[in-house]
């Protein structure tokens, strides 16, 4: 069935670094593709999204392309802040079947 | 913006009750989710439903029931509950019937159950 993988944390970084969480896919049709993030106490929120090869979904700063060439769909910062510390989830969604998440990535960012 | 809403925050409860999670939300969405979040382990699908006195099961409906009475509420029953049932307990909706694939999956802020 359809699967997601992403990178295991925890990562840590410093303010201003440059962040990467590595997600890559395995579906049979053509799926969206989707981060969520999950700040401290509270449930899953959409950061963003992407609906076809070689769309980039982009939010407050983050950003990541569907890659269907590398079955990737991996999360990209430029500069992180302590506020981005959090859980991040790749998740994939294929017809009218439920999201399938990946396992979650815990970012902590240190001022 | 959308709202859902889940009764609890904290749950202690003994093994072998019955314990009832419940899930609200206020913009009329179809569908309904629920995920049990364990650490090293990501959201596992529960059960979820696409209308209202529907329910399919999702990967790990195994000492778990479900029931949806209104469109606006569904709930998550432990029959019995375990000490492997000590979760995080999330419960989500999407607005439209078909095509959930491209659909915003709106979040409760969860329910930390712990069974003794």
């Known amino acids: 069935g359809d699967s997601v993988t992403q990178m295991e944390g925890p990562v840590t970084l410093s303010e201003e670094a440059f962040l990467t969480i590595n997600c890559t896919y395995t579906a049979t049709g053509y799926p969206s593709l989707f981060w969520y993030v999950q700040y401290p106490g509270e449930g899953l929120q959409l950061l963003l999204k992407a609906t076809k090869a070689d769309d980039k979904g982009s939010n407050k700063g983050f950003e990541a392309t569907y890659r269907k060439e590398t079955t990737s769909f991996h999360l990209e910062k430029g500069s992180v802040q302590v506020s981005d510390s959090a859980v991040y989830f790749c998740a994939l969604g294929s017809g009218n079947t439920p999201l399938v998440f990946g396992k979650g990535t815990r970012l902590s960012v240190i001022a | 913006d959308v709202k859902v809403t889940q009764s609890s925050r904290y749950l202690v409860k003994r093994t072998g009750e019955k314990v009832f999670l419940e899930c609200v939300q206020d913009m009329d969405h179809e569908n309904m989710f629920w995920y049990r979040q364990d650490p090293g382990l990501g959201l596992r699908l529960i059960y979820f439903?696409?209308?209202?006195?529907?329910?399919e099961k999702g990967d790990i409906p195994e000492g778990y029931s479900v029931s949806r009475e209104k469109k606006e509420r569904f709930s998550l029953i432990l029959e019995s509950a375990s000490t492997n049932q000590t979760s995080m307990y999330l419960c989500?909706?999407?607005?439209?019937?078909?095509?959930?694939?491209?659909?915003?999956?709106?979040f409760g802020s969860g329910t930390q159950l712990s069974v003794l």
């Open positions: 439903s696409y209308d209202v006195k529907m329910k």
């Open positions: 989500a909706s999407t607005l439209s019937r078909g095509g959930v694939a491209n659909e915003k999956l709106f």
